[in-house]
C-alpha cells in the first residue's frame, strides 16, 4: 500500500512513548496489562492476546476483551486472528529449507525456478531477481498488484504470476529495499513449482505439524475456520473481511500459543527439525545496504532494530483490513513477544512490542550498550545561507504519494507536503529545521527532526533524519520536470476501472490522469485506511509507457497504455484497466 513517508505531523507520538520502572516481571505484566486496557478503549479495540517468552518458557500470556464485539465472545488461548504480512517469515522459513535441501540456491534467478515468470525488465543492466533479493525486498518487483488483491470471491495466489507478467520492474535489482507483497507471493508459488504441492499444504506439512502449531492454517475461501475472531473496524463494529489473494505474503491465521511455537524455533538453538542453525543464522544476518537504503541494512524475512538495550530485535508486523499483529525476538536476550489483535486500529497496541522486551530483558538482568545519537551533532541555530546555495536545493521533488517543489521565498526555502507548508530554517549548508505553519504567522518548530540535502549513488535526494536516533527516510527525489507529451496530455481526464469483478474489493477509485503543479499526475483514492486521495507524479518513458516518480514503496510502477479488443485505448495501473470517461 502506499505509505507517506512525510511523518512530521505524527511525530509527537513518536517521542512520547512510555517508559516503566519495573523491579520485576509481576510488575511489568501488570503496568503493561493496563496499558493495553487502556489502549483498547481509546482506540476502539475489543480484543487482543499477547505472549512474552524466555526461551521455551512463557513469562506472560494474557487475553483481553472480545473475539466478537457483537456477541461479546471472550478471546481466550483458542482464539485465532489473522496475521497478515508476519506470513512471510513462514514463506522465507519455507525458502530457507529448500536450499537446505539442494532445491533452489537464493542466488540464482528465481526464473531458473519458474520459467513462466516473464515481467518486463525496464532496466536492461540489472542484476537478475533472486530469492535472496525478493527475501530482503530489494528485488525491484513492483510494490503490490491491487486488482484483486482483497476479494469475497478471490483467485488463487499463484493467478498473480500473469499480472507480473504483464508489469515492468520498478527499480533495478540491488539498488533499494522496497516492500514487495507480489515478491513473497511469487516465492510461495516457487516453492509449490519446486516441491509439487501448494504453497499451503507445504507450508502446513514442513512448518506447522513439527512446530505443533496445530491450530494455525490459512484463510482460504470455501475453508470455514472455527474459533477465528470477528473482524472490527476503526469503530470496534464487527465488519466482514474478505479473502487475501497473496496467501504466503499474509494469508496465515494463528493464536499466540502456536505462533509462540515458531519464535522458539529462533531462540533456542537446540531446535534444529524445522531449520538448521546454519539457515537461521543466515536468514538473521544482516545483507548488504543497497545504494539507496542510506546505509541501513536487513537481514532476510525479517526487519531489525539494532540499536535497543535488549540486543539486536528481529520482528515482523501484519495487517489486513481489520486484524493487526506482531512477532518479535531478542535473541541476545532470550527473548520473544506476540500480540495479537482484531481490529483496525489494533496497531497501537503492537507498537509495545519493543518496550515490551527491553524492560523485560532489562528486568531479567540483560541491558546492551546501544549508540547514542549525540544531539551536538545536530546544529540548532539559525545560519544565513546565499541565494545561491537555496537555489542549489530548489526544484521538484518527488515521493511515492505526490510531488512538491521546493522553492526560494524572501531567503528562505520553503514547500508544501501533503498539503502542509514546511518553512525550512538553515543550521548547516545542507540541514534544516522544519516549521510547519499552521495559519498565517503561526507555526512551530519540529528541532527533533532535520531536513538535510544530500546527493546519493548520483541522486540528489530530501532526506528525514531524526535527532534521537538517527534515523532516516527518503522525503523526495530531485526531478526534472518533464515537458508532458502531447499524447499524453490528450489523456488527461476522469477514468473508471473496466475489469473489476463486482466479488473484489477496489482497493483504489476515482482515477483521474491530471495536472499537478506542471506535471503529469495520476490522482485516485485510496480506498482503506482513513480513504486518503494521493496524487503520484508520472514520468514519461515514451508515447505508452509512464513511471511513477521517487523512491520507496510504490514508486517506479508503470503505468501503460493497452488497447482493448475492439482497438479502445486504456491505461493499465497495477492490474486495473482503466477507461477514459471524460
Not at 79 to 100: A, D, H, P, R, Y
Not at 138 to 157: A, H, N, R, T, W
Request: charged share 25%.
Amino acid at each position: 500500500m502506499f505509505k507517506a513517508i512525510f511523518i512530521l505531523i505524527a511525530l509527537p507520538a513518536i517521542f512520547l512513548s512510555q517508559v516503566f520502572s519495573q523491579s520485576s516481571i509481576e510488575e511489568l505484566k501488570e503496568e503493561y496489562h493496563k496499558e493495553i486496557k487502556k489502549l483498547m478503549k481509546k482506540k476502539d479495540i475489543p480484543g487482543a492476546s499477547i505472549i512474552l517468552l524466555e526461551g521455551d518458557s512463557i513469562l506472560w500470556e494474557a487475553y483481553f476483551g472480545y473475539a466478537d464485539a457483537s456477541s461479546e465472545i471472550p478471546v481466550d488461548e483458542h482464539t485465532l486472528f489473522k496475521t497478515g504480512s508476519v506470513t512471510k517469515l513462514f514463506t522465507g522459513t519455507g525458502i530457507m529449507q529448500l536450499q537446505e535441501r539442494g532445491k533452489i540456491n537464493l542466488d540464482e534467478p528465481v526464473s531458473k525456478y519458474l520459467p513462466s515468470l516473464s515481467i518486463n525488465q525496464r532496466f536492461p543492466e540489472s542484476a537478475p531477481i533472486t530469492s535472496r533479493l525478493i527475501l530482503s525486498h530489494q528485488s525491484g518487483l513492483p510494490s503490490d498488484i491491487m486488482k484483486g488483491f482483497v476479494s469475497d470471491s478471490v483467485e488463487v495466489y499463484t493467478a498473480e504470476l500473469a499480472y507480473l507478467n504483464e508489469e515492468y520492474t520498478a527499480y533495478p535489482a540491488g539498488v533499494i529495499r522496497s516492500y514487495s507483497n507480489p515478491g513473497f507471493n511469487l516465492l510461495g508459488i516457487l516453492i509449490g513449482e519446486v516441491t509439487g504441492t501448494s504453497y499451503m499444504d507445504y507450508t502446513a506439512r514442513e512448518i506447522l505439524k513439527p512446530l505443533e502449531m496445530n491450530s494455525s492454517k490459512f484463510h482460504q475461501m470455501r475453508k470455514s475456520i472455527d474459533k477465528l475472531s470477528a473482524d472490527h473496524n476503526r469503530e470496534g463494529e464487527v465488519v466482514q473481511d474478505g479473502y487475501l489473494r497473496e496467501i504466503p505474503a499474509g494469508g496465515l491465521v494463528s493464536n499466540v500459543q502456536d505462533m509462540s511455537e515458531f519464535l522458539s524455533l529462533w531462540l533456542n538453538n537446540e531446535r534444529n527439525d524445522v531449520l538448521s542453525e546454519d539457515s537461521k543464522l543466515e536468514m538473521l544476518t544482516f545483507q548488504p545496504a543497497a545504494p539507496f537504503d542510506l546505509g541501513e541494512t536487513y537481514p532476510l524475512a525479517w526487519m531489525a532494530n539494532q540499536n535497543t538495550h535488549a540486543g539486536t530485535i528481529y520482528h515482523h508486523g501484519g495487517a489486513t483490513f481489520y486484524h493487526r499483529a506482531k512477532v518479535a525476538i531478542a535473541p541476545e536476550s532470550n527473548l520473544g513477544v506476540v500480540i495479537l489483535t482484531n481490529a483496525a486500529r489494533g496497531n497501537a497496541i503492537c507498537k509495545l512490542y519493543d518496550e515490551i522486551l527491553t524492560e523485560a530483558a532489562r528486568v531479567k538482568g540483560y541491558e546492551f550498550e546501544t549508540k547514542e545519537t549525540a544531539n551536538s551533532i545536530y546544529p540548532d541555530k539559525k545560519i544565513k545561507l546565499t541565494p545561491d546555495v537555496l537555489l542549489k536545493y530548489s526544484g521538484a521533488y518527488a515521493f511515492p504519494a505526490e510531488a512538491y517543489n521546493v522553492e526560494v521565498e524572501k531567503s528562505h526555502l520553503v514547500t508544501n507536503i501533503q498539503d502542509t507548508k514546511v518553512k525550512l530554517i538553515p543550521v548547516a549548508e545542507n540541514s534544516f529545521i522544519p516549521r510547519i505553519t499552521i495559519w498565517g504567522p503561526l507555526g512551530f518548530k519540529i528541532k527533533k527532526i532535520r531536513f538535510v540535502f544530500h546527493e546519493v549513488a548520483g541522486e540528489q535526494l530530501l532526506i528525514q533524519e531524526e535527532v534521537e536516533n538517527g534515523n532516516q527516510n527518503i522525503l523526495g527525489q530531485r526531478i526534472e520536470n518533464p515537458k508532458i507529451p502531447e499524447v499524453w496530455k490528450n489523456r488527461m481526464g476522469e477514468y473508471e476501472v473496466i475489469n473489476q469483478k463486482e466479488s473484489d474489493y477496489q482497493m483504489f477509485t476515482d482515477f483521474e490522469l491530471r495536472h499537478e503543479d506542471g506535471m503529469l499526475a495520476l490522482k485516485f483514492k485510496v480506498n482503506f485506511d482513513n480513504n486518503p486521495t494521493i496524487k503520484p507524479a508520472l514520468i514519461p518513458i515514451d508515447d505508452k509507457l509512464a513511471y511513477i516518480a521517487g523512491l520507496g514503496r510504490q514508486a517506479g510502477q508503470s503505468v501503460r497504455i493497452m488497447k482493448t479488443a475492439t482497438g479502445e485505448e486504456i491505461l493499465y495501473y497495477s492490474g486495473y484497466k482503466l477507461k477514459k470517461i471524460n
